[in-house]
Nanobody
Framework: QVQFVESGGGLVQPGGSLRLSCAAS????????MAWYRQAPGKQREWVGS???????AYADSVKGRFTISRDNAKRAVYLQMNSLKPEDTAVYYC????????WGQGTQVTVSS
């Protein structure tokens, strides 16, 4: 079973940037469409964006133009570059399989506040 370990979160001021990383185990990673999700306090987990095995990306309207997803299949890693951060981006961020999410990792906390 594939497992995910997210990292790179922290406290950042509005307008700042962060780069999140996700390390995945499992031999099928390179053929898997991956996604980032987030869950804000008191809200349901939501999809942020996804990337195909070939690098084609899609994003939620709320982050389009500010966030960029990339992947390194050799390292079994997925990244989320977040620019122009807003307070409403505050959440725990997770990565997982885009089509059939499996077990969730611990996530990484992103807090956007002045």
């Amino acid at each position: 079973q594939v497992q995910f370990v997210e990292s790179g979160g922290g406290l950042v001021q509005p307008g700042g940037s962060l780069r999140l990383s996700c390390a995945a185990s499992g031999s099928t990673f390179s053929s898997t469409r991956m996604a980032w999700y987030r869950q804000a306090p008191g809200k349901q987990r939501e999809w942020v964006g996804s990337i195909t095995r070939g690098g084609i990306t899609a994003y939620a309207d709320s982050v389009k133009g500010r966030f960029t997803i990339s992947r390194d299949n050799a390292k079994r890693a997925v990244y989320l570059q977040m620019n122009s951060l807003k307070p409403e981006d505050t959440a725990v961020y997770y990565c997982n399989n885009a089509l059939t999410p499996g077990s969730w990792g611990q996530g990484t906390q992103v807090t956007v506040s002045s």
